[in-house]
């Protein structure tokens, strides 16, 4: 003790041990009791710099050094609870909070880091990854692989599953959800500052779910797949993307599926394959365009393009292939093609236009309407009809006007045939 200096050092420790044998250890227990007593330890109140710390570490070795353990009681009561185990920095209330680093010991293959809880005969317990709030920036989760940084190694990889339900009776497996942060008056990811008459300077965002492959220089990007997973008795599961109902002063978001541009190759294809069925009819594609309920606006349009082609050396626009499903024993599938009904005004219209050329003494694109073709039986007629109402509909025929030269003609002519009437 002292009030002036430094207090006196308290050293307990085993003597060392000779060559061929084993220094002592160092027991520091309670009796046995009802209930049995605790240890305590703790460094004194600093009053003004640094409160001492709390060291524990093992000796090295030449072979195996030891290991450390820390390991609440057991309880063997029924419905008994296991002591807990509790690790926590230091507070500050007008600083920083200390930190907890746990990481495993190098070496060439470094050591591995297991973070689980038991089994259990009902219920296994949870694993809980939590970060306190903050006035404010919320505090970050960052989860990384290793990177493999010798010539032709791999980068560590990450597995995110959830659990099984393995029983053969009405076992479920676990569900897998992200979920980016809410907002109520602040973007959830980021802390953003405004400025001036900005409009949104009280309307904060929720947070940004973002998913990519690893990059590469010389070698492909990393593909990305996406499955429900399959059921070997019922369906398999569904696949949704979607976005959410907006609010009263905003659109609903939109959904973007595009490839990447390519400086030497093609560019990436975006294909919609729907799976066969052995026993039932094939799944279907439906692509729909959004309803309207506003007064004098118009539902949303569905608009399909070919690629252009901008090269100045005869590059060709792609073309545009509507083709129905071929059947084998039945009916080919049909092509339909209608205006939208009107239920007060005029029905929709049908318009087929070949493309427009600029180019001098080009052609522009033909309209060819043509009927199957069928080498053992019938070729397929051509209808062409006007609407049925209390006044039909008129059928014009007509070719467009020469600007500086002649108008199209009009020709009408019917096949010829063998071993029968033209």
């Known amino acids: 003790y002292s009030t002036l200096a430094s207090s006196g050092f308290v050293e307990i420790l085993s003597s060392d041990a000779g060559s061929m044998g084993i ?37 090295p070795a030449n ?11 057991e309880a063997s009561a029924f419905y008994g609870l296991g002591g807990q185990i509790i690790l926590e920095a230091g507070a500050s209330p007008n600083g920083d909070g200390g930190s907890v680093s746990i990481s495993s010991g190098s070496g060439e293959t470094s050591g591995n880091m297991d973070l689980f809880t038991s089994a259990a005969t009902r219920n296994s317990g949870d694993i809980s990854m939590l970060v306190g709030d903050g006035e404010v920036r919320g505090g970050k989760i960052e989860i990384v692989a290793g990177t493999g940084l010798e010539y032709g190694q791999i980068g560590g990889s990450m597995l ?86 907006s609010g009263l002063g905003g659109n609903s978001g939109n959904v973007v599926v595009s490839t990447g541009d390519s400086m030497v190759g093609t ?87 070949g493309g427009e050329s600029s180019g001098k003494d080009m052609y522009a694109g033909n309209a060819s309407l043509k009927a199957g073709k069928s080498p053992n039986g019938f070729g397929g007629h051509v209808l062409l009809e006007t609407g049925f109402g209390e006044t039909s509909g008129d ?3 007509a070719s467009a006007s020469g600007i500086n030269g002649n108008s199209g003609k009009q020709t009408y002519t019917t096949g010829s045939a063998v071993g029968g009437a033209g």
Request: aromatic fraction near 6%.
């Open 23 to 59: 220094s002592g250890g160092i027991t520091l227990k309670t009796g046995s009791a009802s209930e049995s007593g605790g240890i305590h330890m703790e460094t004194g109140v600093a009053s003004e710099t640094e409160s001492g710390g709390i060291s524990f570490q093992v000796g």
């Open 63 to 73: 072979v195996a050094a030891g290991g450390f353990s820390a390991r609440a009681g």
């Open 160 to 245: 995110l599953a959830s659990g099984a339900g393995t029983s053969t009776e009405m076992s479920t497996g676990g569900s897998l959800v992200i979920t980016s942060g809410l907002s109520s008056d602040s973007r959830s990811l980021q802390h953003r500052t405004f400025y001036g008459n900005d409009q949104n300077a009280f309307i904060g965002n929720g947070g940004d779910i973002i998913t990519t492959t690893g990059a590469a220089e010389s070698g492909d990007s990393g593909d990305m797949s996406l499955f429900t997973g399959s059921s070997a008795m019922a369906s398999s599961g569904d696949l949704t993307f979607g976005t959410s109902n």
């Open 267 to 353: 560019g990436g294809n975006i294909t919609f394959s729907v799976g066969s069925s052995e026993n039932d009819v094939g799944g279907s594609i439906f692509l729909t365009a959004g309803t309207t309920f506003a007064d004098s606006r118009t539902g949303g349009t569905v608009v399909i393009n070919g690629g252009s082609g901008l090269s100045d050396t005869n590059g060709d626009g792609g073309g545009l292939v509507f083709n129905a499903g071929w059947g084998v024993r039945g009916a080919g599938g049909a092509v339909e093609v209608a205006g939208g009904k009107s239920v007060d005004n005029v029905g929709g219209s049908m318009t087929l236009f």
């Open 395 to 397: 059928l014009f025929l």
